[in-house]
C-alpha cells in the first residue's frame, strides 16, 4: 500500500484516520504530534529543567529522545534523567543496562535510585514478606523514588513514557472505580504543590504501536521484557477491553482521551483545591495523613526510608 502523502510504500496504516504513512511521513506527522503536545503542557516562556523517568522501555526512551530534540537547542533548559532499580531479578538488570548506555550516549546527567538503597530490600524480597499486589506496592514506591530523584535535580517537572494506551486505561480504571479524585490528579499536572514535582506526559495522543515503530525506525535500543508481576495486573484487563473496543471501532481510545481533557477542568476544579499536603512524620515527603503511602508499606514490612 503506497503511503497517502506521496508514492512510497507505506509503513504504518492508522486505522482511526484511514491514512497510510511511509516511513519519512510517519517520522515528521509522530515528532509533529509530541511537539504539539509537550508545548500544551509546557510553558517555555523561561527556561526548564526537565527531569525524564527512563525504565529502557520504548516509551520512556521515545520520550528522553524526543524532549531532548526539542530542548537542544535552548540554552536555559536541560534534560536530566531518572531510572529506578525496583530490585526485579531477571527483568530489571537488562533494562538498566540499555537506560544507562543512552544516557552516557546522549551526554545526559542522570540518577539512579535503587529499591534496595531507599529501602533496605528489593521488590523481590518484599513480596516474599508481603502478599500485597505487587503493582500496588511498587507503584507507591517508584512514584516517590522518582519524586525524590527529580528534586536532586531541581527539576521543574518530570517527564514519564506514559502513551494514549496507558492514558486510556487509566481513564477507564477511575471511571470504573467512580473515582473522580484520583482521576483529577491524572497527569499532566496544571497544579504544582509543594514538595511534589508535577508530571507531564508528551506521549500521552501516541497509541502504543505508533511509539514502538517510531523506535523501531529510529534505531532506538529498547527493553522488551515484560516485568514477571504484570500478571496480576488488573490493569491488563482493561487494556484488553479498551483494545476489543478499538479493534471494532477504531479511535475508541481518542475518543476517551478527548472525554477526560472535557472533563479535566471541573474535576480539578472540584478536587484540586480541597487536598492539603504535610510532611510525613518519618521522610518528610508530601502526604494528606501522618505517613506518606510509601511509609505505611514499609512500616507494614519492618522496613523504613534510608535515604
Not at 516511513?23 to 509546557?42: A, G, L, T
Not at 527493553?223 to 488488573?234: D, L
Request: hydrophobic fraction near 35%.
Amino acid at each position: 500500500m503506497d503511503c497517502s502523502l506521496c508514492n512510497e510504500d507505506a509503513v504504518s496504516y492508522m486505522r482511526y484516520n484511514g491514512t497510510h504513512l511511509c516511513k519519512d511521513h510517519f517520522i515528521k506527522s509522530f515528532e509533529k504530534r509530541v511537539y504539539k503536545e509537550f508545548r500544551k503542557q509546557v510553558d517555555m516562556g523561561s527556561g526548564k529543567r526537565i527531569a525524564v523517568a527512563v525504565s529502557g522501555g520504548k516509551d520512556s526512551l521515545v520520550a528522553l529522545r524526543m524532549i531532548s530534540n526539542i530542548l537542544k537547542n535552548r540554552r536555559d533548559s536541560s534534560v536530566v534523567g531518572v531510572t529506578i532499580d525496583e530490585g526485579i531479578t531477571g527483568y530489571r538488570p537488562s533494562s538498566l543496562d540499555i537506560a544507562r548506555d543512552e544516557y552516557e550516549r546522549m551526554g545526559i546527567e542522570y540518577e539512579i535510585i535503587s529499591f534496595r538503597d531507599a529501602f533496605g530490600m528489593p521488590l523481590d524480597g518484599m513480596l516474599e514478606k508481603s502478599d500485597i499486589n505487587p503493582c500496588s506496592i511498587c507503584g507507591v514506591l517508584r512514584r516517590w523514588s522518582m519524586n525524590l530523584a527529580a528534586k536532586k535535580f531541581d527539576a521543574d517537572m518530570l517527564a514519564t513514557g506514559l502513551n494514549l494506551d496507558d492514558t486510556s486505561q487509566s481513564v477507564l480504571m477511575n471511571f470504573c472505580r467512580g473515582d473522580m479524585e484520583k482521576m483529577s490528579r491524572l497527569g499532566p499536572h496544571r497544579i504544582v504543590k509543594e514538595g511534589l514535582i508535577p508530571r507531564i506526559a508528551p506521549l500521552r495522543t501516541l497509541p502504543e504501536n505508533e511509539v514502538y515503530l517510531y523506535a523501531i525506525l529510529n534505531d532506538i535500543p529498547i527493553h522488551t521484557k515484560e516485568c514477571p508481576y504484570a500478571v496480576s495486573a488488573i490493569r491488563g484487563l482493561y487494556r484488553d477491553v479498551i483494545g476489543e473496543l478499538e479493534d471494532a471501532i477504531p479511535g475508541t481510545k481518542y475518543a476517551i482521551l478527548s472525554s477526560y481533557d472535557k472533563l479535566e477542568e471541573p474535576l480539578r476544579n472540584k478536587y484540586g483545591g480541597t487536598v492539603s499536603l504535610d510532611e510525613c512524620v518519618e521522610c518528610g515527603e508530601p502526604t494528606m495523613g501522618e505517613l506518606c503511602k510509601a511509609c505505611e508499606f514499609l512500616k507494614g514490612l519492618g522496613l523504613s526510608v534510608r535515604l
